[in-house]
């Protein structure tokens, strides 16, 4: 499994961003997908996801109500839709990927096995 992100630049406090995962290999629907980011030097965190077969999502409080994920089983991708950005969503954002999680560990970066380069999205105030 290969993962590719994009879509990430430049914008303005209060721009839209989507952000695309190309999933290459394997159906979408059978592995769990997350986005993650990570800001210099701040650990990786959590973002969204989604997961495996029944498609749930899942966010992370600070961006709930402003981004939203989704999956296309027919082009492999899934997007973040990212709203309302603030500069503290400056970040380097990755996907990333398990066909084995659990729901407990939906949002540690260790229980996905797979991880694509970033894309970086960079928010001005």
């Known amino acids: 499994v290969q993962l590719q992100a994009s879509g990430g630049g430049l914008v303005r406090a209060g721009d839209s961003l989507t952000l695309s995962c190309i999933i290459s290999g394997r159906t979408v629907s059978g592995y769990t997908v997350g986005w993650f980011r990570q800001a210099p030097e701040k650990e990786r965190e959590f973002v969204a996801g989604?997961?495996?077969?029944?498609?749930?999502?899942y966010y992370a409080d600070s961006v709930k109500g402003r981004f939203t994920i989704s999956g296309d089983r027919a082009k492999k991708t899934v997007d973040l839709q990212m709203n309302s950005l603030k500069p503290e969503d400056t970040a380097m954002y990755y996907c990333?990927?398990?066909?084995?999680?659990?729901?407990?560990?939906?949002?540690?970066?260790?229980?996905?096995?797979?991880w694509g380069p970033g894309t970086l999205v960079t928010v001005s105030s």
């Open positions: 990333a990927a398990s066909s084995s999680l659990i729901w407990s560990t939906r949002a540690t970066p260790n229980a996905y096995a797979y």
């Open positions: 989604t997961f495996r077969n029944t498609g749930r999502t």
